[in-house]
């Protein structure tokens, strides 16, 4: 069974930085894609923020988050993290980490995902 559990998050101030956790379990690493995603509460659709292949190491990043935001995993191929950088008010959002059996494409940010955390709250004050 796979599972996702998230930890971290919380209130940051802009230019601060935050990471933010995902054990994962029940899965090959280098199987699977996997990635983080955000939703802004009030819209419908969660953002693709970044997708990484752990077989090969490729990653893929939402414009808005480029040279800000860094996936990565453990050695043990255990817990995925984001890494935010330079945070600013508008990554305000619910930050989710998925897994999906699927090639890792910059496409793939803003497909269907089949396996999310249960989700994280990170706000960013001006």
């Known amino acids: 069974e796979v599972q996702l559990v998230q930890s971290g998050g919380g209130l940051v101030q802009a230019g601060g930085s935050l990471r933010l956790p995902c054990a994962a379990s029940g899965f090959p690493f280098d199987e699977y894609a996997i990635g983080w995603f955000r939703q802004v509460p009030g819209k419908e659709r969660r953002e693709g923020v970044a997708?990484?292949?752990?077989?090969?190491?490729?990653?893929f990043y939402g414009d808005s988050v480029k040279g800000r935001f860094t996936i990565s995993t453990d050695s043990d191929l255990t817990t995925l993290y984001l890494q935010m950088n330079n945070l600013k008010p508008e990554d305000t959002a619910v930050y989710y980490c998925?897994?999906?059996?699927?090639?890792?494409?910059?496409?793939?940010?803003?497909?269907?995902?089949?396996?999310w955390g249960q989700g994280t709250e990170v706000t960013v004050e001006a």
């Open positions: 998925a897994a999906d059996y699927r090639w890792v494409t910059p496409e793939a940010l803003d497909a269907d995902w089949d396996y």
């Open positions: 997708c990484m292949d752990t077989s090969n190491g490729k990653r």
